[in-house]
């Protein structure tokens, strides 16, 4: 057992007179005082465990407040009772989005340290002060993730028997001017139906829909929770609609038509498509398609005197494969199109002024939207976002493809070779795996397959033969960089083929079983 405490925070900023932290350093602490009383093979575990939790720690996210409660959406707040009001943080907090929550189970029962107890959320929270026509307001952004099917980009994808949703990120705009507040709230979340993506060592796994499970059950599940929570529902689903994206989209549409319920509504925007020859400009199809719905939807609004003036009656639902980049991309613009309406309806913005014509302000929005898609790519996949540049400057730059294939390589790296190990740790955090210490046999100490043993081989084989092409090479650079390049990548390459499937070269999850996974 241990304590882990956040010794170093950052200030973000001041909401509504609260102040938000991000947590930026933390101490482990053993509650024992010696490790005498475990096996070798125990205190070998043990430090890998606390290798996992320090891990999840230092992935940048962690946020809290001691007064306010950042689980809730300013319209959940608004809509409780007196006796909710009264509750602890810890006690009233949205369980989807407490990241602490299982390691704060003991606490929870003792009222007299709950105020040690802070709910703490992952994510990203952006706070600025602004001025457009020399009328200053707040403007404040916040993505909370769920701690619910928490995981990484390849090995959690789809649903959950319980209907919880991959990387579902609940995203609130909101907007304090004059004692006025207005919030705007979206969701993102993974295809929710069962579908697997296995890392195996291809750029792009196939997608696989799992055939031998009932669909609509977990799928009906997903959108009665989605619907209690924020009302009616519609599916803006982004993924390409040809290739092996194309049977995901078509289940898709298929089971939202089976649900048959009137509060679910789905449209299909193959965005690859759409865009392509850096047509980003054709974003703008999409936005216009659903604006009838977004006026309908609104948005929630108080005013100064804390009366409830409008409500948000629906939200809309991204998603693409990860439900990262092709998604931030279009909450950005429907979160600005909701803002233009807000700041004139508060009297910010003069009939006639668009937000894109504000500079200063602009760059504030496009950084801090780009900034939200870093973080949360980083959080699920293990680096920054793709498409920034768009968000940033509201162009496509051939820089920005450039970077895009950076990250794109790192993550076929990380989502490999490293996410077996940030799945573990993640599970180990959120309590999906609990270490007993009278264990016998450890799901760590995995005898290593030969095919494993035999790459030692393959790698030094490699090596002799680009040392022989130097010595053997023509008398020119480009002869002699052709027989290394050619000799070299095709003895690496052969002996993989010859000795590894390459799912079996994966690091995978060793801590939660496949199946509970799946």
């Excluded at 409660?69 to 009264?86: G, V």
């Excluded at 200053?136 to 319980?162: K, Q, T």
């Excluded at 693409?320 to 199109?337: F, G, K, P, W």
Aim: proline share 2%; aromatic share 12%; charged share 20%.
């Amino acid at each position: 057992m241990y304590l882990i405490v956040i010794t170093r925070r950052k200030k973000v900023g001041d909401f509504l007179q609260h102040s938000i932290w991000k947590a930026s350093d933390f101490d482990i602490i053993s509650y024992k005082k010696t490790m005498l009383h475990l096996t070798d093979m125990q205190l070998q575990d043990n430090k890998t465990f606390l290798a996992m939790i320090s891990h999840v720690l230092s992935v940048d996210g962690f946020y809290y407040s001691n007064s306010y409660d950042l689980t809730h959406t300013l319209q959940r707040l608004a809509n409780t009772s007196p006796e909710f009001q009264e509750m602890s943080l810890l006690e009233r907090a949205d369980q989807r989005f407490v990241w602490n929550g299982h390691l704060l189970r003991e606490f929870s029962a003792q009222p007299e340290i709950q105020k040690f107890a802070i709910p703490v959320i992952h994510g990203f929270i952006a706070i600025h002060s602004c001025s457009i026509n020399g009328k200053n307001f707040d403007w404040f952004l916040v993505s909370r993730r769920s701690c619910f099917r928490a995981g990484v980009r390849y090995y959690v994808r789809g649903i959950d028997s319980e209907g919880h949703a991959a990387n579902f990120v609940e995203t609130e705009q909101i907007i304090h001017y004059m004692g006025n507040k207005a919030s705007f709230v979206q969701t993102r979340g993974s295809i929710p139906f069962f579908w697997s993506q296995r890392p195996n060592l291809k750029y792009k796994p196939k997608p696989q829909i799992n055939k031998a499970v009932n669909h609509m059950d977990g799928f009906q599940r997903h959108f009665d929770s989605q619907i209690i929570s924020y009302g009616k529902q519609v599916v803006i689903n982004l993924v390409n609609q040809k290739g092996s994206e194309k049977p995901l989209e078509q289940a898709f549409a298929q089971m939202v038509s089976s649900l048959g319920n009137g509060m679910v509504r789905y449209f299909a925007f193959d965005f690859h498509k759409e865009c392509s020859k850096m047509r980003w400009d054709r974003l703008q199809i999409l936005v216009k398609q659903v604006a009838e719905t977004q006026d309908d939807f609104g948005y929630f609004l108080v005013d100064a005197e804390g009366r409830v003036v409008m409500q948000q009656d629906g939200i809309f639902r991204s998603n693409c494969m990860d439900c990262l980049d092709r998604t931030n991309v279009i909450q950005s613009l429907l979160a600005r199109r909701s803002l233009q309406i807000q700041l004139q309806r508060l009297g910010v913005l003069h009939v006639g002024q668009n937000i894109e014509e504000q500079v200063q302000f602009e760059k504030v929005y496009k950084n801090a939207w780009a900034d939200n898609a870093n973080a949360c790519a980083k959080q699920y996949a293990g680096t920054g976002a793709l498409k920034t540049d768009f968000t940033r400057t509201g162009k496509r730059t051939q820089w920005g493809l450039v970077m895009d294939g950076w990250n794109s390589l790192i993550r076929y790296y990380k989502n490999n070779f490293s996410d077996g190990f940030r799945q573990d740790s993640i599970d180990l955090f959120l309590g999906n795996y609990s270490v007993e210490e009278g264990y016998s046999t450890s799901p760590l100490n995995v005898q290593a397959d030969w095919k494993f043993l035999a790459l030692p081989i393959i790698m030094v084989v490699a090596f002799s033969m680009c040392i022989i092409c130097l010595l053997m090479a023509g008398d020119t650079w480009t002869e002699t960089l052709a027989y290394v390049l050619f000799w070299g990548f095709a003895s690496i390459g052969t002996g993989a083929i010859i000795l590894f499937n390459g799912k079996d070269f994966v690091d995978t999850p060793k801590l939660v079983q496949k199946e509970k996974m799946d």
